[in-house]
Structures are given as structure tokens and as C-alpha cells.
């Protein structure tokens, strides 16, 4: 491809630029990736529209409703576990590839389940491919992404983590009026999963045609390949210039783990970790996952349900391009200091409504829908991002890792505890629940998370380590 289509205007280059940058590559390059968001998207929501029936069938208590909604998220956990010392060891790119395999076997074998306990292993099964795409993914694109544009490469996979669950929801409302009640509680949920084959095997063929990381390429030594993937990126001069960054970087980092727990490196561990928990416990995947739940809580029918569902996704989708366009403009901190502050009001007035005697419908959907979007242009992209950011590229593998485990483990918390919270404390105090951990994800940000817009990747760690302004 030619480097100078697509390219941005002279005027625009930093200090190091002599050659236009091929944002049309690199674009084309993080939508590919990004497929991977979009079937995580897609896997963690297409169980709101299936559960209900799904427990008709299979006569499922509070408890076992919560783990077959939550037993992705233990998968979840396990893949983002192994997702990065086996892509440090084997590359990003592969790791992807077995993702989108794992995925579509998880997506067939939930369809064809004839038991729960099938069911629960197959959604285990695509929640190992889920764990390592949704670690690996924002990582994948942040190395190969110029230091401008990376807020909104990144953010391509939260683009496409929505997209997965407004489409799921579409799907899910067609399914369900396909056929009768009965239909839907024998067959129709069976189809909702089995779709998923679809957009994993494109995954998986689309990813054959992807570079590999260029910093993972110089990590194994293999310094021409990166520099022939920077260059159809950045141009000849800049590729070597970034190739000589990102080698002094390396010769300058310990190789270990225990890295991350070093003076300043620390730190960056707690943001990951901290803010992937609080992305959580907030709340959003309560409303992915049982947005159906909730909303017959209000007295809605079975197609309001469906179809207030749709609005949720259509609203997380829509701000989730309007953070496309603010990330690098308006920069992480600021978002999130807005996005929680608005997200905090909301679900406490959500709250405040569900105690009231005679709850009004249409104002618990109207904050539900604020909630969500003030989550799709805060907590949503800029979580990942700054995970995919703030750990030295030797290894940012493993430390992204943990910062996702810890993420997948508090959304399997509020999954596996959301119908139990719902039916025992009730709506109006789980929600509140909620408000209070936006509260604390307002504060915590306040205090403790930098702010990252436009600068490498080498200048974000060179900062944690004090020896750059």
C-alpha cells in the first residue's frame, strides 16, 4: 500500500516526523484486530436475550442463573491469565488467531448444549478465546499505532465491543419473534449463540493477512521485520527512529515480571488493575447481561424488554464513536473525571426511582440510558486504553494480563451476584451499590491516573521510571 495515501498534512508531524504517516494502514490494521472487541461484545451479550428462556428449559434457580450468565467471565479470567506470557513467548498475532478459534468452538458448543453443565463448559471454552482477545486486542494495536492517533486506534476495540452487543441485541429481538414462546425456549436461544460462528471464523481469516507487533518483533530480534511494518506505517526515516527507540527501551528494561513491582512501574499496576475492577464494579456488564432482567422489574412485557434493550445498545454505540472522536482531543483524565461523575448521578437517581412505590418506567430508562452513555465515553474505551499503554514493551504482555484478570474477575462478581442482588437487597440498593463505585472510580482518577495523550509508548514508561520530564 502507498504510504502517502491516507496520509496526514506536513504541518501536523511531531518532532521526529519527516514522512507522512499511512493512517489508512495502520487503520485498516486495527479495524482487522478490532473484530476481535466485537466478538467479545457480541459473546458477553447475546446471554440477555437467551437467559430467560434458558432457565424455563433448564429450571434454573437465582444462583445457577447467575453462573450460566457468569461462566464466560470465569473462561474470561483464565484466557486473559495466559494471554500474556503466551503472547510474549509466541506473538501477539498467534494468540489472536487461537482466540478466534476457541470463540467459535464456545459460540457452537453453547448452541448445541443439551445440558447446562455442556453449556456452562462450552461458554468456559469461549471465555478463554474472549480473555485473550480482550487483552491482547487493545495491546495488539497500541504497538503498532503513531503516538497521535493511538487514543483512537485503541478505541476501535471498544467501538467494536458495542457494535458486538447492538448487534447481538438486534439479533436476539429477531429470534425471538421468529417463533412462538415454545420455539424460543427449545430452539430459539440455541440460534442466538450459533450466529457466533460467523464473525469468529472472519476473525480468524482476516487476522492471516495482519503484521506482526513491530515491538514484539524487536523483542525477539527480529528488528528488520518490525522495521519493514514501521515503514509502511511512518516512512522509512521514522520507522528507524522508532526502531531505535523502542531497542534502546529494551536494552534499559528488566525482563521479569516482577518489574511491574518496582519503584514507579508499581504504580502504573495499581492504575491497570484498579481501574479494570472499577470498569466493573459499576456496573455496566449488570446491565449488558440482565438489561431484560431490569427492565421487567419497571413491568415491561417480553418485546419491551427486547426492545428497550436495543435502545441501551444503540446509545453505548453512538457515544462510543463520540469517544473516537474526544480521546485524543480531550485527552483520558478528563473523560473519565466527566464520564464517572455523570455516570455516579444516574444510577443513584435509577435507585432513588425503584424505591419510590409507583417506579416511573420512563425515567429509570432515561438514566439507564445516561448511565450508559457516560460509560461508553469514559470507563468503556479509556480503561483499555491506558491498560494497552502504561507497561514497558518487554513485558507489557504479562502486566496487561494481570490488570485483565483482575477486570474479568470483578465482572464475574457482579454477574454471578446480580440476580441474587436483585431478588434479596432489590433494585434500588444494587444500583446504588454502583453509584457509590463510580464515587470511588471519580476520586481514584482524580488523584492517581496521569494523563497519557500524545505521547510513545517509550516516553509513557521513560516517565514512570523518572527519567523524563
Known amino acids: 500500500m502507498n504510504n502517502t495515501a491516507a496520509s496526514e498534512p506536513i504541518e501536523n508531524f511531531n518532532r521526529h516526523d519527516v514522512d507522512p504517516i499511512n493512517l489508512g494502514f495502520v487503520t485498516l490494521i486495527s479495524i482487522v484486530a478490532a473484530i476481535g472487541g466485537l466478538l467479545f461484545g457480541y459473546d458477553t451479550a447475546v446471554i440477555s436475550g437467551a437467559i430467560d428462556f434458558m432457565q424455563t428449559l433448564f429450571h434454573l434457580d437465582t444462583f445457577m442463573k447467575g453462573w450460566a450468565v457468569s461462566s464466560l467471565t470465569v473462561g474470561a479470567v483464565i484466557g486473559a491469565a495466559f494471554a500474556g506470557s ?25 448452541a448445541f448444549s443439551q445440558t447446562i453443565e455442556l453449556f456452562v463448559f462450552a461458554r468456559i471454552v469461549g471465555g478463554i478465546g474472549i480473555g485473550v482477545s480482550s487483552t491482547l486486542v487493545p495491546l495488539y494495536i497500541a504497538e503498532i499505532s503513531p503516538a497521535r492517533f493511538r487514543g483512537r486506534l485503541v478505541s476501535l476495540n471498544q467501538l467494536a465491543v458495542v457494535i458486538g452487543i447492538s448487534a447481538i441485541y438486534f439479533v436476539n429481538r429477531a429470534v425471538a419473534g421468529a417463533g412462538g414462546t415454545t420455539w424460543d425456549i427449545t430452539t430459539g436461544w440455541r440460534w442466538m449463540f450459533g450466529l457466533g460462528i460467523v464473525p469468529g471464523l472472519l476473525f480468524v481469516i482476516l487476522l492471516f493477512v495482519v503484521p506482526e507487533s513491530p515491538r514484539w518483533l524487536i523483542k525477539q530480534g527480529q528488528s528488520n521485520r518490525a522495521l519493514n511494518v514501521l515503514e509502511h506505517i511512518n516512512g522509512q526515516r521514522q520507522a528507524k527512529v522508532e526502531v531505535e527507540d523502542i531497542s534502546e527501551s529494551l536494552r534499559t528494561e528488566a525482563g521479569s515480571i516482577w518489574t511491574v513491582f518496582g519503584p514507579g512501574l508499581r504504580v502504573a499496576l495499581l492504575i ?45 454505540l453512538v457515544f462510543t464513536i463520540i469517544s473516537l472522536w474526544l480521546i485524543d482531543k480531550v485527552g483520558r483524565k478528563a473523560l473519565l473525571l466527566v464520564g464517572t461523575a455523570v455516570m455516579a448521578i444516574s444510577l443513584f437517581v435509577v435507585g432513588y426511582q425503584f424505591r419510590a412505590v409507583h417506579p416511573n418506567s420512563g425515567l429509570i430508562l432515561t438514566f439507564i440510558l445516561i448511565f450508559v452513555a457516560a460509560f461508553a465515553v469514559s470507563l468503556g474505551p479509556v480503561v483499555w486504553l491506558i491498560m494497552a499503554e502504561i507497561f514497558p514493551t518487554r513485558i507489557r504482555g504479562r502486566a496487561t494480563a494481570i490488570a ?19 431478588t434479596g437487597a432489590g433494585p434500588a440498593s444494587t444500583f446504588w451499590v454502583f453509584g457509590i463505585m463510580s464515587v470511588i472510580a471519580f476520586f481514584f482518577t482524580m488523584l492517581v491516573v496521569p494523563e497519557t495523550r500524545g505521547s510513545s509508548l517509550e516516553e509513557i514508561e521513560r516517565r514512570w521510571r523518572g527519567t523524563s520530564p
Open 404 to 422: 485483565s484478570v483482575a477486570l474479568w474477575a470483578a465482572d464475574y462478581l457482579v454477574s454471578q451476584t446480580f440476580p441474587i442482588l436483585l
Open 272 to 316: 491497570g488493575v484498579v481501574l479494570g475492577v472499577l470498569q466493573q464494579v459499576t456496573g455496566i456488564n449488570a446491565i449488558m447481561y440482565y438489561a431484560p432482567s431490569i427492565f421487567q422489574q419497571t413491568g415491561a412485557g417480553t418485546n419491551a424488554q427486547l426492545t428497550e434493550t436495543i435502545i441501551v445498545g444503540v446509545v453505548n
Open 86 to 110: 503466551l503472547s510474549d513467548a509466541l506473538g501477539r498475532k498467534k494468540m489472536l488467531i487461537a482466540a478466534g478459534v476457541l470463540f467459535s468452538i464456545g459460540s457452537l458448543g453453547s
